[in-house]
């Protein structure tokens, strides 16, 4: 079941159905660039906490919206094994995504289409003032149309109302283009030993 989360400043959670995203469950406005107004804001009642959330609206009210990217958006372990193994060319593996972004990463970037997950970045996270993209990845009927450019602006924007001060990238050779051109890295000498 994707868990219901608290959007930050706006005082609002998200109840979330316990099926994929889009167009079965709603999708959610706040601060930046992410996406749709599917869904309904409602006052808690007298028994609930304070605040107010976001009920999915019904199918019947229901448009799709065709893309979404959402920083910290809810996610199956599924998905984003699937997506990992189809972009990294490896075999399906069972690895649990949540905890391990919930733990360890300022944030995380998804992006869909009509729901489906075809896009991903995880930022990792030294607690301090470095963060490291990782995973950048988009489903190859997918590619090219500027998915990843945006998967990372958002993350940039995200990381600039951190305490953050930098951004790390690594990447093969034929990626300067999009690192370089496309999403504004600037080169500089780093390091990598393989441990394995
Ligand atoms: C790398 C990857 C994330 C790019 O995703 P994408 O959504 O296709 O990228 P965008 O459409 O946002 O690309 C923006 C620009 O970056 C450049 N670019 C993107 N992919 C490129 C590639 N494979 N080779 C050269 N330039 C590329 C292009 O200039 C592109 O603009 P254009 O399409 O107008 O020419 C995607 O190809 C992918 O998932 N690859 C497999 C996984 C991987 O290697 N991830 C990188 C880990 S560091």
New binding site residues.
Partial sequence: MIPPFFVEGLNLSVVMPAVSPCPATPCLRHESRVVCDQARIVPYSETEAKGMRMEPISPQEFTPCEFTTEWRGAFENAEVNALHAE??EHRLLADDWWSQVNRFSLGWVCSRHLGRLV?FVNIAWNGGVHAFVL????SSA?????????LIGEVVDRAKDTACEWLH????P??R??YF??CGFRPTDAGLIALK
Avoid at 142 to 150: D, P
Avoid at 169 to 172: G, K, N, R
């Fill in positions: 972009c990294f896009g995973d950048t990845m988009v997918f590619q090219r149309q500027g998915i990843a450019k945006a990238v690594d990447f093969d034929h990626l283009q999009f051109d496309a």
